[in-house]
């Protein structure tokens, strides 16, 4: 696998190995808030509870909380 090295981007020294790794999931799950594919009064159920599935179900109740009441927080289904 090889890919451009302008895709590829240091991790600063106070940052874990760890919290390194959850970057991109993260960014993806910001992402999807990000391009309003969910509006407001939408219902969202999130299948999979892996890594990225919470990271998902956690930016988006947290973004639907600060809309107020009224909006439906998302639902995670998976088996954990």
Sequence with gaps: LTLPVVNLHA?????????????????????????????PKDRVAIIGDG??????AEVLGRHAASLG??????????RH
């Design 11 to 39: 991790v600063p020294d106070g940052v874990s190995t760890e919290n390194a790794a959850f970057a991109e999931p993260l960014a993806a799950a910001f992402r999807i808030a990000e391009q309003r594919v969910v509006s």
């Design 69 to 78: 009441e009224g909006t439906p927080m998302p639902v995670l289904f998976g």
């Design 51 to 56: 890594k990225l599935g919470l990271l998902i």
